[in-house]
């Protein structure tokens, strides 16, 4: 089977083909431009490739309700030109193929219960650590939509005693968002996460809000399998700081092996590595052929 999958981002579009085995066989990336430069990108890739299905994990708000009139559609985002924007049907206009239509991370998610990190896990959480904070939930097998998408980046958190950094998110300030993701650490310290040394006071502070979010989302979603990625998270020193905080924060209260004796196989990198958004917009290529 050859399968289109696209991962549509805010910074980059990565557009790919694969098959049922979740095997990426080509791949391209172009910086994500006004919409109407950045599909015909997308378009032209796809044109010769006779794709029979095409997976799409976007970056956000969207609207993937299927009996709304805009479905398929970018929502709020500040990005210019990109609000109310049919991403969905600009596609279909093109090729006429089953479409499977998620968030990045909801996709990443997915990707990850197949073939990744939670491969034969009924559930697990994704969450992206990068420009923005994204999460993603697979649950009882299913991925979860709601009322609109979960949007967990943008919960509230508890501040950090030392800790006076306002927060970075145009809505919220302080949430998890503004005060954790990649702009917020280089707002806070002048330099880029990338610059930091490893034993920067920075990480401790970092893995004090993801540990927050995270001990947060295993009290509310009980999840088989927590999945950390995106840029920030390329610093392997906070899987260990927020293992740490999520037991203390804890405290021994929820009782299972996976958090008190095995949390280094509970809270993990994304098995797929920098493939997971890829791949998971792949299996939602995957699964829109099974439902056609
Ligand atoms: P995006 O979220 O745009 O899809 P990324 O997941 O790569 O892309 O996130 C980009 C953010 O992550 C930037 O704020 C960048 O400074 C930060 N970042 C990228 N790599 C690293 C790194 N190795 N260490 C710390 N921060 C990083
Ligand atoms: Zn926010």
Request: charged share 20%; proline share 7%.
């Amino acid at each position: 089977m050859r399968i289109g999958a696209i991962e549509a981002g805010g910074t980059k579009f990565i557009c790919g083909i694969g098959n049922e085995q979740g095997v990426i066989q080509d791949r391209v990336s172009f910086p994500t431009e006004r919409p109407e430069r950045t599909l015909a990108n997308v378009i032209a890739y796809f044109k010769d490739k006779q794709v029979e299905a095409i997976g799409i994990g976007s970056f956000g708000p969207l609207n993937i309700d299927p009996e709304s009139p805009y479905y398929g559609y970018i929502t709020s985002t500040p990005k210019p030109g990109w609000g109310n924007y049919p991403l969905l049907n600009t596609l279909k206009n093109e090729f006429d193929v089953p479409y499977g239509w998620d968030t990045d991370v909801n996709a990443a998610a997915y990707g990850e219960a197949i073939w990744g990190a939670a491969r034969g896990l009924d559930s697990c959480v994704y969450y992206t650590v990068g420009t923005g904070i994204g999460v993603g939930v697979y649950s009882e097998g299913k991925l979860i939509h709601g009322l609109v998408h979960p949007e967990g980046g943008h919960v509230l958190t508890r501040r950090h005693p030392q800790d006076e950094f306002a927060g970075h998110c145009p809505y919220h300030r302080d949430c998890l968002e503004g005060m954790a993701a990649g702009p917020a650490i280089e707002a806070r310290w002048g330099r880029k996460g990338s610059e930091l040394p490893a034993d920067h006071p920075a990480w401790e502070i970092e893995a004090f809000y993801i540990g927050q979010a995270v001990s947060s989302v295993i009290l509310m979603l009980s999840p088989k399998k927590v999945i950390l990625g995106g840029g920030v998270m390329h610093q392997e020193q906070l899987f260990p700081l927020i293992r740490k905080e999520v037991l203390h924060n804890l405290n021994g209260y929820v009782q299972s092996d996976q958090l008190l004796a095995q949390i280094d196989a509970y809270i993990v990198p994304p098995g797929l590595g920098d493939n997971a958004g890829l791949a998971g917009a792949l299996a939602l290529g995957l699964k829109a052929v099974e439902q056609a």
